[in-house]
């Protein structure tokens, strides 16, 4: 069932130059989870962080850090952002040959796991999977950017999701992540999202507004 709407930032957003003062005052402003984008400038065309920043942040919320691996092959990086952290690994079916497998090998490491359906991507990619993942991530733009806008065409798959996870009765949160200002926030909870990953709307305009922006996001 539709669970009361989480938020989690995007850090993709934050100041890089002060990036563990920016996930301490995120957290204080009410995040629920934090979000790492991780991109390799090929399964992405865009470079972003690797589990060497991810354990240095570690120390700056306890808040669950909720892992976006945009990294082709992820199979031999799952141990090291495991061991730097994390503790939801999403990752995209196109990123590795044996999707199943690595969801239980991110299982195995005693991590959440979640899978990440690009815009093309059916909603069948997770027929064979529901009790293998404990996330959903529905991307609402193409991966590898900040600040992009809202594809409404999403809108009908967040709803197709929501339905099956409530008929499959599991945990599974429907997480989505792209274009996400509170406008859209609203059309995302409407269609059955219950956690919603915001960059630029989080991170706007400084410390100061970040409390107000999740709490206009929720
Ligand atoms: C895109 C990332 C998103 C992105 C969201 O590839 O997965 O998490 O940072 O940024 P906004 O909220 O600015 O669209
Ligand atoms: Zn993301």
Same mark, same amino acid.
């Given at each position: 069932?539709?669970?009361?709407?989480?938020?989690?930032?995007?850090?993709?957003?934050?100041?890089?130059?002060?990036?563990?003062?920016?996930?301490?005052?995120?957290?204080?402003?009410?995040?629920?989870?934090?979000?790492?984008?991780?991109?390799?400038?090929?399964?992405?065309?865009?470079?972003?962080?690797?589990?060497?920043?991810?354990?240095?942040?570690?120390?700056?919320?306890?808040?669950?850090?909720?892992?976006?691996?945009?990294?082709?092959?992820?199979?031999?990086?799952?141990?090291?952002?495991?061991?730097?952290?994390?503790?939801?690994?999403?990752?995209?079916?196109?990123?590795?040959?044996?999707?199943?497998?690595?969801?239980?090998?991110?299982?195995?490491?005693?991590?959440?796991?979640?899978?990440?359906?690009?815009? =093309?991507?059916?909603?069948?990619?997770? !027929?064979?999977?529901?009790? &293998? @993942? %404990? $996330?959903?991530?529905?991307?609402?733009?193409? #991966?590898?950017?900040?600040?992009?806008?809202?594809?409404?065409?999403?809108?009908?798959?967040? =709803?197709?999701?929501?339905?099956?996870? !409530?008929?499959?009765?599991? &945990? @599974? %949160? $429907?997480?989505?992540?792209?274009?996400?200002? #509170?406008?859209?926030?609203?059309?995302?909870?409407?269609?059955?999202?219950?956690?919603?990953? =915001?960059?630029?709307?989080?991170?706007? !305009?400084?410390?100061?507004?970040?409390?107000?922006?999740?709490?206009?996001?929720?």
């Amino acid at each position: 069932m539709q669970k009361p709407t989480r938020i989690s930032p995007s850090i993709l957003s934050a100041d890089f130059a002060r990036l563990g003062e920016e996930v301490r005052a995120i957290d204080e402003a009410g995040a629920d989870y934090i979000h790492i984008d991780v991109m390799d400038g090929h399964f992405v065309p865009n470079l972003t962080i690797g589990p060497d920043v991810v354990t240095a942040l570690r120390p700056y919320s306890e808040k669950p850090f909720d892992v976006h691996l945009m990294i082709s092959p992820v199979d031999p990086f799952l141990e090291a952002f495991a061991a730097a952290g994390a503790d939801i690994i999403t990752i995209h079916p196109e990123a590795g040959p044996h999707l199943h497998r690595t969801l239980q090998t991110i299982r195995q490491l005693g991590k959440k796991a979640g899978v990440a359906l690009n815009p =093309a991507t059916p909603v069948e990619a997770v !027929d064979y999977i529901m009790d &293998d @993942i %404990d $996330l959903i991530l529905v991307m609402t733009v193409n #991966p590898g950017f900040g600040g992009q806008s809202f594809i409404e065409s999403q809108l009908g798959k967040i =709803a197709a999701l929501r339905k099956k996870i !409530d008929i499959s009765g599991r &945990d @599974i %949160d $429907l997480e989505v992540d792209g274009g996400i200002v #509170p406008a859209t926030a609203k059309k995302a909870i409407a269609a059955g999202a219950d956690v919603l990953v =915001a960059g630029t709307a989080s991170f706007k !305009d400084g410390p100061d507004n970040y409390a107000a922006n999740i709490a206009n996001l929720r």
